[in-house]
């Protein structure tokens, strides 16, 4: 049967529910809500202060549950869906922006953009689909989201407290709204099926997002780190900050065998909205675990205060009572390890809040990994098969990610950050090309890793540890760039090389019998060959450091091209050097989105820190848009697949896809740059370096997207990028004393019409 005009906007149900890009870049936007709310409750631990941050994740929590709803209906690679999500995706990040003045003078945004976020979600989604049961189910959620309205806007121009109890009234109304069914007196109720969300999809989507929330514990440690001195004692207090994090996430997925998804679908419908109050409990304790990582990394053998202790202990504590409650009352399940947990953590308090927070943060760790070692039980598969077989094992879905690789791709928001960061504090040429040569490293580790777990089974126990391990070092890294050319040469080159001298020194061993051993063999020894220029750049000045390290990537990502050939072993087969196109195309498209998250997290605090007036509103408006067409840009022509082209091609075109996504990643990071300086002064002094910078991002993007095109799809109209290009050219000298945001503006416009030329592209085979 046909379907209707209407119901085209509903997803296939015979269709797999994978996340869409949309999808993936709202949850990013979330992070810059995360850190808001953590730096928030850091100065304050009273209980106002603690009551209000609360009540601000639950609002920010449930804008999620509603992006997260909206596209298990509808489809999101639809145009008109889309524009719902980015329009909640913007409604999102204003609402982060405001939160350290959501119970100051922002209130009124805070409220605004909340309110619009639902209602306007729910009566777009009513007026296409009028006389379909999605749509009616909208509009009974529309009215209780307006009444609801009603106490959030009024408390946004109350003073602090009065304003904190309507607050706190209308989200009671608006999560029990859903619970209810949105019942509403006079209309008839929604039917139970159409209440109902599908498994699978909730599941991967709360899967999604709490690694990403667990990353923001990484994310607010690696600054923490970077921002404290780098020595020894900060250094364990990192690491006991990422085993934190990492158990947390561990515990999540344990115990093997249970799947939310199916516990969903054979489950009544409110048992899915219990799992989203569920995931609220767990999530506020991770923030408050992100919070309290900050004092540990600052303050590691500091002064003995029983609130710094309390929060580090609170953290975890309230994570394993919503991980707790998760299991018993979704799952069904006997939950003991997590009271049992909770008990041990409280009986140790009244001893712990007299230790410094070094000590607390260790003891609170032992009791996290105690509660792993609970699970003896690995799950059936875990154990099928020799240990080359298990490493060997081939993942089910290509296309779908683990949950180590997408935490491991969170870490890359920090590094961004920091380069970001490095090339804002100085435009010098000599600057940028330092940064430029820092971001390539890291973005190298990034690549070296996905392609081993594209080689090698993600699930394998030691792979696991060893993505773990490749994360830390990572994290290293990325803290030492802001002086990774100065005094912490070392910890950044010392980074760069164990991660890749100790992944195959683990690998190679593990292929002991395979043919592939020679594979990982020929890998490591190129890299042991780019160890010497890099130790030894990091004991010269910078001058001499830039070349050698410069010549150590080019030996790096040279070596891959030309598929790491070694004089006396044998030359691999061309099959042994494939990737699956599918999963690397999937990884790829992560990480660019990842670079856009970065993008939209710094832009979102320079817009808190700067003011929330027309102007910088507008400058905010401007970066968002240029985020926006960037990816829009990313996903066309429409008929493109990168997957098929890397299975149907030479394994080398696997390798230019990694230099053209690392060449668009270098654009975004310098497009960040400059959104932080237009959203700061949107109509101040400009300079040629300033007007270069903001051009440059987006131009350098823009060549690295036209030599995708040309390189991978055999397109043989690239001449649309070939003149965004010297139209950008011409404008910059033109643009040189005009203000940041008006040449922002004239900058972004050339992009826009790019993203429609490239609508109506035929990829040309």
Request: proline share 6%; aromatic share 10%.
């Amino acid at each position: 049967m046909a379907r209707t005009r209407a119901g085209e906007l509903l997803r296939d149900p015979q269709r797999p529910r994978e996340t869409s890009f949309l999808e993936l870049f709202f949850d990013l936007a979330i992070i810059l809500a995360l850190t808001q709310l953590s730096q928030r409750l850091l100065p304050d631990f009273g209980w106002e202060n603690s009551l209000q941050t609360v009540v601000l994740l639950a609002a920010v929590w449930w804008v999620w549950v509603g992006s997260a709803r909206t596209t298990d209906w509808l489809d999101p690679d639809l145009p008109y869906p889309q524009r719902i999500i980015i329009g909640m995706t913007f409604a999102g990040l204003v609402l982060a922006a405001s939160i350290p003045e959501a119970f100051g003078t922002h209130g009124i945004a805070f409220a605004g953009a909340y309110v619009a976020a639902h209602l306007v979600r729910h009566l777009s989604i009513a007026r296409p689909l009028r006389g379909d049961p999605v749509g009616t189910r909208s509009v009974h959620a529309a009215i209780w989201f307006g009444a609801t309205a009603i106490p959030w806007l009024i408390g946004a121009f109350l003073p602090a407290t009065p304003r904190l109890v309507l607050w706190s009234v209308a989200l009671v109304v608006d999560y029990l709204g859903v619970g209810v069914g949105w019942r509403v007196p006079g209309l008839p109720p929604v039917a139970r099926q159409h209440l109902r969300t599908t498994g699978r999809h909730i599941a991967e989507r709360h899967r999604q997002i709490f690694v990403i929330v667990v990353g923001e514990i990484v994310l607010t440690s690696g600054i923490a780190y970077s921002r404290s001195g780098l020595d020894i004692v900060r250094m364990s207090a990192l690491a006991i900050a990422f085993a934190i994090a990492g158990m947390l996430a561990w515990i999540y997925f344990l115990p093997r065998g249970l799947s939310l998804g199916d516990t969903l679908d054979r489950r009544p419908p409110s048992v899915a909205v219990r799992a989203s109050y569920l995931h609220l409990i767990m999530i506020l304790g991770v923030v408050v675990t992100a919070m309290s990582a900050q004092i540990l990394i600052t303050r590691p053998l500091g002064e003995v205060r029983a609130p710094w202790s309390a929060a580090i202990m609170a953290g975890p504590f309230v994570y394993l009572g919503g991980r707790g409650l998760l299991a018993w009352s979704v799952f069904g399940q006997r939950a003991w390890r997590a009271p049992a947990a909770m008990l041990v953590i409280a009986a140790m308090s009244p001893a712990l809040l007299r230790l410094p927070p070094l000590a607390v943060a260790g003891a609170v760790g032992l009791v996290l990994l105690g509660t792993l070692l609970s699970y003896r039980r690995l799950g059936p598969e875990a154990k099928l098969g020799t240990s080359l077989e298990r490493l060997l094992k081939k993942r089910k879905n290509p296309r779908e990610i683990s949950s180590y690789e997408l935490f491991f791709d969170l870490a890359m928001v920090f590094a961004l950050t920091r380069v970001s960061q490095r090339i804002l504090a100085d435009f010098d040429l000599v600057n940028i090309a330092e940064s430029l040569i820092l971001l390539a490293a890291v973005y190298w580790i990034w690549v070296a890793t996905a392609w081993s777990t594209d080689w090698f089974n993600p699930d394998e126990p030691r792979l696991q540890r060893l993505i773990i391990g490749i994360m830390f070092a990572g994290l290293l890294a990325a803290a030492a760039v802001p002086t990774a050319f100065g005094t912490h040469g070392l910890l950044f080159a010392g980074a760069y090389v164990a991660v890749h001298l100790v992944r195959g020194l683990v690998i190679v061993p593990a292929l002991r019998g395979s043919p592939l051993q020679v594979r990982s063999a020929r890998v490591l020894v190129w890299f042991g060959v780019s160890a010497v220029p890099w130790l030894a750049g990091a004991f010269l000045p910078a001058p001499e450091r830039i070349a050698l390290w410069a010549a150590a990537l080019v030996i790096d990502g040279a070596s891959a091209w030309f598929g790491w050939p070694v004089p006396g072993l044998r030359r691999t087969p061309q099959a042994q050097l494939r990737v699956v196109g599918e999963h690397i195309a999937e990884r790829y498209r992560q990480v660019f989105i990842v670079a856009l998250g970065a993008l939209v997290l710094l832009s979102g605090l320079a817009y808190s820190e700067a003011g929330f007036d027309f102007l910088r509103t507008l400058a905010f408006a401007v970066a968002f848009i240029t985020a926006g067409a960037m990816l829009w840009g990313y996903a066309l022509p429409r008929e493109r697949r990168l997957g098929k082209v890397v299975n149907a091609t030479a394994p080398r075109t696997a390798v230019a896809a990694a230099y053209c996504h690392g060449i668009m990643i270098a654009g975004v990071v310098v497009v960040a740059v400059g959104a932080q300086q237009y959203i700061h002064r949107p109509l101040g002094p400009s300079s040629a370096a300033l007007s270069l910078v903001i051009a440059g991002g987006v131009a350098v993007y823009i060549a690295g997207g036209s030599l995708l095109n040309r390189v991978q799809y055999r397109d043989r109209l690239p001449w649309r990028g070939g003149v965004a290009l010297l139209v950008i050219a011409g404008m910059t000298y033109g643009l040189r004393g005009a203000p940041p945001l008006v040449a922002a503006a004239a900058v972004i416009f050339v992009g826009v019409w790019l993203v429609l030329a490239l609508r109506r592209n035929a990829v040309h085979r």
